[in-house]
């Protein structure tokens, strides 16, 4: 007997069995189905939830927006001075580093070293990356 079962197609069959050996049947016959189950056509992959990505939990998902992926050097920087725009409204240090030339705009605390920088004299300073060659700085030091 054919039959369609869930959408797909099945085949039922009545197996009897008979003359045991080294057994006791309690039943002597069952019902057995066959499904037609079609191979995944190719675009169609078979359904298995191992290689799908699993959802985040509420604490997986909270970490994920509150860490900071960045590095230190986003927030800090450091190299020999090669020239001072003291002129400059707000000032501007360029120092010479492993990126090149970076101009660092003075502001805040870094504005108090300022009349005690020098060409040549090396410095660090922390505040925020704005590219490769710019940043903006808060707290400059000086290594001399």
Do not use: C, W
Not at 45 to 59: I, L, V, Y
Request: hydrophobic share 30%; charged share 25%.
């Amino acid at each position: 007997m054919i039959a369609r079962r869930f959408g797909k197609l099945a085949a039922r069959f009545v197996v009897r069995l008979a003359n045991p050996t080294g057994a006791t049947l309690a039943k002597p016959a069952g019902i057995g189905t066959i499904e037609d189950t079609p191979p995944p056509g190719p675009n169609q992959q078979p359904e298995d939830n191992q290689d799908k990505p699993r959802h985040p939990t509420p604490s997986q998902r909270y970490q994920r927006q509150h860490t900071n992926a960045g590095s230190p050097d986003d927030t800090e920087t450091r190299g020999q001075i090669a020239e001072i725009r003291r002129d400059a409204v707000p000032p501007v240090v360029v120092i010479r580093n492993v990126d090149g030339l970076v101009g660092l705009t003075l502001t805040g605390d870094a504005l108090k070293l300022l009349d005690r920088l020098q060409v040549g004299q090396h410095v660090a300073g922390e505040g925020q990356k704005i590219d490769e060659h710019h940043y903006t700085i808060d707290n400059l030091g000086s290594d001399d």
